[in-house]
C-alpha cells in the first residue's frame, strides 16, 4: 500500500454463501477504507445485500472471513456487530408503526432510570437532537405509522445515527427521500466522514452516489467484478460493468400512438386536515398514451392516484372510463371498471411477504380462475408462468415466497399482479424507486409494451430524468394541485422544475396546456 493509499477497516475475505443449492456469493473480497463513503452497485440479486448482512452479523458465511482493524471477528447475529461499531441502515423499514418516533429509535436499547424505569424525557431529547440533524422538526411522541415513507426513511437513519459507529451500512437510504432530504443526508455523511466513520453505501441512483462516493465497487452474478476510486469513474463505465451494456439504452421513447380517452378525471378533491391532500385536479389519459406525474414529496401524487382507485370515500370529483362514469366508490369496483394501481410502497401495499411468488401474482384476478366455489389450479398455474414469462420474473420457483426474490422481481410480482386484473388504464406510483438500472430497464420497457398494446399509462415519480424520458405528456404537481400539462415536444427541465417547485407554473406557462374534449 502507498503512502497515500487510505487505510483498509474492515475487509471481507473470500466471502462464499450458498442458500442450498444457490450461491448469493461467489468467493467475493471486499474492502472498506477507514473514513470514506465506500459505494456498492450492482444489479438485483447480484449479491450486494446478502454481503451487508453478513458484515452486519445477519448472517453466517459458508466460507470465508471477516476482518475489522485486521484483526479477524465472528459476527453471529446483529448485536455482536453493533458491539463493535458496525451499523446498518435497511432499505425496507424495520420500524414499529403502533410505537412512536421515541420508542422506535430506542427499541430494544431503552435509556433507563434506575433498573425498573424507562427515561423517557431522555429519549425524546436525544430524538429531537437526531431527528434536527436530520432536518426534521417532528414530535417525538407521534406515531411512526402516521409518518409518510419519505419521514419514515429517517427515523430509520437516525436510529441508526444515535449509535456509536465506526463503519455504517447504508441499502439504498434515499429511496424514498425528497431532493431537499437527501441534501441533509449528504451533509450528516459528510460529518460522518470527518469524523473518521467508514461510509458502505448501496444505491441504484447514479447522479447521488457519483456526488458523494470515494470509492466504487461493483457486482454481478454474485462476484465482485470492478473496483475503482469514483474519480476514475463515469456513469456510461459503471452501468457498463454492472449490465454489460450502454447506458443510453436505458430510456427509450413510447412511440405508439394515442387513441380514444380510457381516463378523464374531472375536480378531484380530497380534504385534508390542514388543506386538500388533492385539490380539483383534471386529467386525462388516451389510450396508447405515457402520461407521466412529476412532483415533489408531498406534490399529492400519491395521494391522487389513491383516490382515483376509491382509497379516499370522502373524495369528490367525477371519473369516467372509456366515456362512462365511474360509480363504484371501493377499490375492488374500480379494479372491475379496468383502474390498477402499482403502489410506491411494494412491501406494505403491493406484496403479502408470507404468500408465494404464484399466490401474490393472482392475489387481485382470483375471480378469473374461479369455478363454483373452486379455483381452476391449471388455468391459475398456466396465468402465473406466463406472467413470469412475459416480465422476466427471475424466480426458481413461483411457490416459494415472494419476499426471497430480489427488490426488482418483487416490483415485477407487483407489475403483474395488477396486469392479470386486465386492466385498461394502469396507474404506477414511482415504478423504479429501489431498484436498479438493469431492472429498470425492465420495467420500462414493459410500460412501453403495454402502451403499445393500447393501455393506457399514467406513472408518478420525482426522477425528473425519468419522467423527461418516458412521458408523452408531463403533468406536474405541487401542494396536491395540478400545476400545468406539457406535451412531450415543448416540455424542458426548466419548466417542470420551476412550476414544481414555484408552486404555480413559470411565467408564459402557468396554466395546463388544453386538455382533450370531453364526453
Known amino acids: 500500500m502507498t503512502e497515500d493509499a487510505p487505510a483498509e477497516i ?7 454463501k450458498s442458500y442450498g443449492g444457490v450461491r448469493a456469493l461467489k468467493d467475493v473480497t471486499f474492502t472498506a477504507y477507514r473514513g470514506k463513503v465506500n459505494v456498492l452497485v450492482g444489479e438485483n440479486g447480484a449479491g450486494k445485500s446478502t454481503l451487508m448482512k453478513i458484515l452486519s452479523g445477519a448472517e453466517l458465511p459458508t466460507l470465508g472471513e471477516i476482518l475489522l482493524e485486521g484483526e479477524p471477528v465472528h459476527l453471529h447475529n446483529p448485536r455482536d456487530a453493533i458491539a463493535l461499531g458496525i451499523g446498518i441502515i435497511h432499505q425496507e423499514l424495520s420500524l414499529f408503526p403502533n410505537l412512536s418516533i421515541a420508542e422506535n429509535m430506542f427499541a430494544g436499547r431503552e435509556l433507563r432510570r434506575g433498573r ?3 427515561n423517557e424525557a431522555a429519549q425524546r431529547r436525544q430524538t429531537r437532537e437526531v431527528l434536527r440533524r436530520l432536518g426534521q422538526d417532528l414530535n417525538p411522541d407521534t406515531l411512526v405509522g402516521d409518518l409518510p415513507i419519505g419521514q419514515q426513511q429517517l427515523v430509520e437513519i437516525g436510529r441508526v445515527l444515535l449509535s456509536e459507529v ?3 451500512i447504508m441499502d439504498e437510504p434515499t429511496s424514498a427521500l425528497s431532493n431537499h432530504e437527501v441534501d441533509v443526508l449528504f451533509e450528516v455523511m459528510g460529518d460522518l466522514r470527518e469524523l473518521g466513520v467508514t461510509v458502505i453505501y448501496i444505491s441504484h441512483k447514479l447522479d447521488e452516489f457519483r456526488r458523494i462516493g470515494d470509492h466504487v465497487t461493483v457486482f454481478r452474478d454474485g462476484r465482485l467484478v470492478a473496483h475503482e476510486s469514483m474519480s476514475e469513474t463515469d456513469t456510461a463505465w459503471i452501468v457498463r460493468q454492472m449490465v454489460g451494456r450502454d447506458p443510453d439504452s436505458l430510456y427509450v421513447r413510447n412511440d405508439s400512438r394515442s387513441g380514444d380517452v380510457l381516463l378523464d378525471v374531472r375536480g378531484l378533491t380530497a380534504p385534508g386536515p390542514t388543506r386538500p391532500l388533492v385539490d380539483d385536479v383534471s386529467l386525462t389519459v388516451r389510450a396508447g398514451e405515457v402520461v407521466g ?3 415533489l414529496m408531498g406534490a399529492g401524487r400519491s395521494e391522487f392516484f389513491e383516490c382515483v382507485m376509491g382509497r379516499h370515500r370522502h373524495a369528490t370529483g367525477r371519473i369516467f372510463i372509456d366515456g362512462a362514469e365511474v360509480t363504484e366508490r371501493d377499490v375492488t369496483g374500480r379494479i372491475r371498471r379496468g383502474l390498477a394501481l402499482i403502489p ?6 403491493g406484496l403479502v411477504a408470507i404468500l408465494s411468488t404464484a399466490e401474490n401474482l393472482t392475489l387481485a384476478s382470483l375471480h ?4 363454483g366455489f373452486h379455483i381452476r389450479v391449471d388455468a391459475a398455474r398456466a396465468a402465473v408462468h406466463a406472467a413470469i414469462r412475459d416480465l422476466s420474473i427471475k424466480v426458481a420457483d413461483p411457490a416459494s415466497e415472494v419476499s426471497a426474490l430480489s427488490g426488482g422481481n418483487q416490483q415485477k410480482v407487483v407489475i403483474g399482479k ?4 386486465g386492466p385498461k388504464v394502469l396507474l404506477m406510483d414511482e415504478p423504479s424507486r429501489g431498484i436498479d438500472v438493469g431492472a429498470k430497464a425492465d420495467v420500462f420497457r414493459t410500460m412501453r409494451r403495454l402502451a403499445a398494446d393500447g393501455l393506457g399509462i399514467l406513472f408518478a415519480t420525482s426522477d425528473l430524468e425519468e419522467v423527461m424520458a418516458l412521458s408523452d405528456r408531463i403533468a406536474v404537481m405541487s401542494n396536491g394541485r395540478l400545476i400545468a400539462v406539457y406535451d412531450r415536444a415543448e416540455a424542458t427541465e426548466a419548466l417542470v422544475v420551476a412550476a414544481s417547485s414555484a408552486g404555480h407554473g413559470p411565467a408564459g406557462a402557468a396554466h395546463p396546456s388544453p386538455l382533450e374534449p370531453r364526453a
Request: charged share 30%.
Open 116 to 118: 425498573r424505569f424507562v
Open 418 to 421: 395488477a396486469l392479470m386484473t
Open 166 to 168: 465506526r463503519v455504517l
Open 10 to 16: 474492515l475487509v471481507a475475505r473470500g466471502i462464499s
Open 293 to 295: 406525474i412529476y412532483g
Open 344 to 349: 410506491e410502497d411494494r412491501q406494505r401495499e
Open 368 to 371: 378469473r380462475f374461479l369455478a
